[in-house]
Structures are given as C-alpha cells and as structure tokens.
Antibody, heavy 119, light 110 residues
Framework: QVQLMQSGAEVKQPGASVKVSCKSS????????MHWVRQAPGQGLEWMGI????????RYAQKFKGRVTMTRDTSTSTDYMELSSLRSEDTAVYYC????????????WGQGTLVTVSS | QSALTQPPSASGSPGQSVTISCTGS?????????VSWYQQHPGKAPKLMIY???KRPSGVPDRFSGSKSGNTASLTVSGLQAEDEADYYC??????????FGTGTKVFVL
C-alpha cells in the first residue's frame, strides 16, 4: 500500500533553515508529482509547491520563491522540502502529498511534520 | 496567487444538505476544470473528496458531489451525518503547475 513517511518534528531558531523529508513506498516513485502543503496552528491549508516525477522541475507559490527548495532522491524514493530564513510565521505542520494521476488529486498524504520556529 | 474565497462556516441538521462555495477568478476556477475538495478533521491530514470538479475517488460516499459555474465551484454534502463535521478546503489549478487553496469552511452538523 502507498505510504508517505515524513521526518520528525523540528524546533528551529529564527533565521535558520529546516529540511523536511518524505519517504515514499508502495508505488513507482518516478511516476507521480509530489506537492508540499503547510498549515499554521488554527489556520487553513497553504499550497507551497510541487516537484515533477523525475525531480527535474519544480514550481513554487510566489510567496515562497527564493526561500523554498524542493528536491528528490530517486534512489531512496525520498522527497525533501527545505525552507530557509525561518521566521515565527513559518511555525506550521508541513505535509507532503502525492497526486493520484490527475491534476491536483492529492489522494495520499504524509502524516505531517511540525516545524516550530522560536528563539 | 490569492486564496480562493470560501464562507467561514456552514451548517445543517442530520439528513439535510449543505453546499459550500469556492470563488476564484477567470484565471483559476473559471479557466480550468481542475478543482478539488478536501475534508480535514482536527489533528488529521486532509482527505481528498472530489477532484476535477466533480469526480469522486474510490471510497468516497456519493453523498459528496461537486460542480462548477463560472468562477465558482461548489461542494454539496447530502444526507448530512455527524462524521461530516469537519473543515473543507477547495483547491484549484492556476496554470504553470501552480495551485491555490481556498480559505476553508467549517461544517457543523447541528
């Protein structure tokens, strides 16, 4: 069965960077796009970006351009999302989500990774 | 890429129907038939309920239906059940492989 297993919670200081991982299993890793979505405490979902199946193309929400980098390691079926210059407003649960084969049909989700930015 | 507009809350009694709107623009909802809807219970990851405006993934009850008219998409939940009480988010393709979520709607089952 398809599983997306994310890395554990992180606590970072303002100005630092965080790298969240999402390890996939149960399907052909190089066949599907992966999205990254975040949710601040008590707030709504926010789309951050997407990486293509080969890992050769990324698209980011305007808000995160210049601060976010999404990569993937096809040898380990793992996606990474790195966010730099962290500020308190970046405190959120970060999710990876895999499409089901159609535009934006994110049918499989990781369990979420809580990133806390605090001095 | 501004968030799509949803009402903050909606409610209905068990067995009734509730419809949630998702208003975008001619650049997103109005242009593409790539609107999806997600249900999220507290502390849980979102769950896909509708994709491509009106298609249901396997396992989603047919009480959930989606539609679109112009720049507004809608999710209707018929025959409301207690477990339908949750947050609901729309999501739309905006071109160039970019997406945007709606502001979210809390559905209460009275």
């Amino acid at each position: 069965q398809v599983q997306l297993m994310q890395s554990g919670a992180e606590v970072k200081q303002p100005g630092a960077s965080v790298k969240v991982s999402c390890k996939s299993s149960g399907y052909t890793f190089t066949s599907y796009h992966m999205h990254w979505v975040r949710q601040a405490p008590g707030q709504g979902l926010e789309w951050m970006g997407i990486i293509n199946p080969a890992g050769s193309d990324t698209r980011y929400a305007q808000k995160f351009k210049g601060r976010v980098t999404m990569t993937r390691d096809t040898s380990t079926s793992t996606d990474y999302m790195e966010l730099s210059s962290l500020r308190s407003e970046d405190t959120a649960v970060y999710y990876c989500a895999r499409e089901g084969g159609h535009h934006g049909d994110n049918i499989f989700w990781g369990q979420g990774t809580l990133v806390t930015v605090s001095s | 890429q501004s968030a799509l507009t949803q009402p903050p809350s909606a409610s209905g009694s068990p067995g009734q129907s509730v419809t949630i709107s998702c208003t975008g623009s001619s650049s997103d909802v109005g242009r593409y038939n790539y609107v999806s809807w997600y249900q999220q219970h507290p502390g849980k990851a979102p769950k896909l309920m509708i994709y491509e405006v009106s298609k249901r993934p396997s396992g989603v009850p047919d009480r959930f239906s989606g539609s679109k008219s112009g720049n507004t998409a809608s999710l209707t939940v018929s025959g409301l059940q207690a477990e339908d009480e949750a947050d609901y988010y729309c999501n739309s393709f905006v071109g160039n492989n970019i997406y945007v979520f709606g502001t979210g709607t809390k559905v209460f089952v009275l």
